[in-house]
């Protein structure tokens, strides 16, 4: 069967801006995912698995089991919902940051939405990372 595989996400690369509170916005080049409703349903299932498989691992720990099952199974419960949510996950920001000005790839992950904080790794400064497309339609008066 030729042509493209329906298991393999496609990466695509979207321009952003990364904003400091006093500091003039500098362009960004965020990585994202975007993921199948079939995609989302295996990590979502993957991450209830893996708590739920260690609060079952859990169970034979004395003592620490009060703690441990209630745990695992709330935070599989948590992770799940969160996988299910992430119809484009962010996987890379390249930017400049507005405050040090220090080229560099940020750390990210998680759900892309129109705005996401990120962490400077140089500054510590805490940026927003804004979707371009998006930030333009909002500025522009209707």
Known sequence: MEGSSPSIMPIV???????????????ARATVVIQTPG???????????VCWG???AGLFIP???FILVPT??????VVAILRAREDRRLLK??????RCGV?????????FQSEK????PKCHTRLTLSDASTAATESTPS
């Open 93 to 98: 920001v390249v930017g400049v940051c507005p």
């Open 72 to 77: 695992f199974v709330s935070a599989g419960i």
């Open 13 to 27: 690369e979207i321009p952003a801006t990364l904003a400091s509170f006093g500091s003039p916005p500098t362009a």
């Open 63 to 65: 003592v620490a089991h």
């Open 39 to 49: 995609q989302r349903f295996a990590r979502t299932a993957a991450g209830l698995g």
């Open 103 to 111: 080229s560099q790839e940020f750390s990210a992950g998680g759900r």
């Open 54 to 56: 260690l609060a079952l």
């Open 117 to 120: 904080s990120l962490d400077c």
